[in-house]
C-alpha cells in the first residue's frame, strides 16, 4: 500500500491565496502567508511541503500568556510560525533533524520577523535530554511521522520519506520527548491518522498523560474522520472534551469551510 492510500487527510496544504501569494522567495520556492500577511512560510515546490494538517494543528492550540512551547520535528516551521504570529504573548522554540529544513524554518523565522520570539534547532528529538532541560516547556505541539515503518512503502524521496515515516522516530520516541520537556501540568498537542488513536491514547497514559481534548477532522461532512486532534494534559487533568467534527471543505472539490479559512487567518 502506498502513504496516500492510508493518509486519509495530510495532503499539500493549498494557500487561499496561493495565486497572489508573493510567488517565490527563491528559485524553486514558493510562499504562504498567514496571520492576515504578517507571517510567511516559505517552502520547495519540489520535495518536504507541509500539510494541512500542520495548519488545522496550529489553529487546534489555544497557549496561554507566557507558555513556552516546543514544536517537535518542525520542518520548515510552519506551525511555530502560525502561533507566535497568532499569540503575541508566548515563545516558541522549534526542533528539526533535517539540516536543510531546520535552515529554511531559520529564513521563514526571520523573513516573518519572528525571530525574538521563535528559534529553530537542528537536532534528533530521541536525543532530546541532550538538547532541553527537563521540565522547561509548557507545551509542546507535534505533526509526527504518520506511517510505521513497514506499514506503508516510504516516499522516493528521502526528505519527504524522513518527514512522513518513522525513520528516525516513531510515536513513542515523541510521547518520550514531551514527557521530558514538560511541566507537570502542561499541554501536548498532537495531530494524527484517526487509526493512531488508540496507540496515542494508550502511549499517553503509559507516560503519566491524560487525554482531555479530541477533535476528529473530516473533508466534508459525511466523509469519514481523516485525521484526530489530540490534547493532553501531564499529570491529573479535568474531564475529556470531545470537540464538535473539523470540516475542511463545505462540499467535495468545494469550499473551505469557515473553520479551515481561520486556521489560515
Not at 495565486?19 to 519540489?46: I, K, M, P, T
Request: proline share 8%; with cysteine; hydrophobic share 40%.
Amino acid at each position: 500500500m502506498s502513504e496516500a492510500e492510508g493518509q486519509g487527510l495530510g495532503r499539500l496544504a493549498p494557500s487561499p491565496g496561493e495565486a497572489d501569494a508573493l510567488a517565490s522567495f527563491g528559485r524553486g520556492e514558493a510562499v504562504e502567508a498567514f496571520c492576515r500577511g504578517r507571517v510567511f512560510c516559505r517552502q520547495l515546490r519540489g520535495g518536504y511541503r507541509f500539510t494541512q494538517d500542520a495548519v488545522i494543528l496550529a489553529g487546534f492550540v489555544r497557549p496561554g500568556p507566557g507558555e513556552k512551547v516546543l514544536d517537535l520535528g518542525c520542518g520548515c516551521g510552519v506551525i511555530g510560525l502560525i502561533l507566535a504570529g497568532r499569540w503575541p504573548k508566548i515563545s516558541v522554540h522549534g526542533l528539526e533533524i533535517q539540516p536543510a529544513l531546520a535552515e529554511l524554518a531559520r529564513r521563514n523565522v526571520a523573513d516573518s520577523g519572528l525571530s525574538n520570539r521563535l528559534t529553530i534547532t537542528h537536532g534528533d528529538l530521541r536525543l532530546i535530554r541532550e538538547l532541553y532541560p527537563q521540565a522547561g516547556f509548557q507545551r509542546v505541539v507535534a505533526n509526527p511521522p504518520y506511517f510505521p515503518l513497514g506499514k506503508f512503502r516510504p516516499n522516493s524521496s528521502p526528505e519527504l520519506a524522513v518527514a512522513r515515516h518513522e525513520l528516525c522516530a516513531d510515536l513513542p520516541a515523541v510521547i518520550r520527548a514531551m514527557d521530558w520537556v514538560l511541566d507537570m501540568g502542561g499541554y501536548g498537542d498532537l495531530v494524527l491518522p484517526a487509526w493512531r488513536l488508540e496507540q496515542a491514547a494508550e502511549l499517553l497514559r503509559e507516560y503519566g498523560f491524560k487525554l482531555v481534548c479530541l477533535q476528529t477532522v473530516h473533508e466534508y461532512p459525511g466523509a469519514p474522520g481523516g485525521v484526530v486532534l489530540i490534547e493532553a494534559v501531564k499529570g491529573e487533568g479535568g474531564e475529556r472534551t470531545t470537540l464538535p467534527p473539523f470540516h475542511v471543505r463545505l462540499q467535495p472539490g468545494g469550499d473551505y469551510t469557515p473553520e479551515m479559512s481561520d486556521c489560515y487567518f
